[in-house]
Every structure is written in structure tokens, then in C-alpha cells.
């Protein structure tokens, strides 16, 4: 499955590992994903990842 939000689509960004000596390597920034249980409309639960900036503004606007 892929590392995305499905709330905010939020997903991995690209940059660089920087050594003392400033040698460069390419990396990715991984978003911090939560595993959510949600309840549909017909009453059955899905688990959906959903990452943790985006729980926090849901709570707050909750």
C-alpha cells in the first residue's frame, strides 16, 4: 500500500542526507501515518492511515 494520507494526500518527499564533510545522498521524508478506524455510513468500520498533523487538525476543528 502506498504511504499517503487518504485524508490530506499527503505523501513522501525527496531531499538529501548531509555528511560532516557535506557529501550529498538522496533520501525520503516518510509522513508520520496513523492506522485510523472509521464507521461508514452502513455501520461497517474501515481502517484507513491517516497521517498525524492531520488527526491533529481534525481534533481541533472537532
Not at 494520507?5 to 538529501?16: E, I, L, T
Not at 560532516?20 to 452502513?42: C, G, S, V, Y
Amino acid at each position: 500500500m502506498a504511504r499517503r494520507c487518504a485524508v490530506s494526500g499527503k505523501g513522501p518527499m525527496v531531499g538529501n542526507n548531509v555528511s560532516h564533510a557535506h557529501n550529498k545522498t538522496k533520501r525520503r521524508f516518510l509522513p508520520n501515518l496513523r492506522t485510523i478506524r472509521i464507521t461508514l455510513e452502513d455501520g461497517t468500520r474501515k481502517k484507513i492511515k491517516v497521517a498525524a498533523s492531520t488527526l491533529r487538525t481534525m481534533k481541533k476543528n472537532s
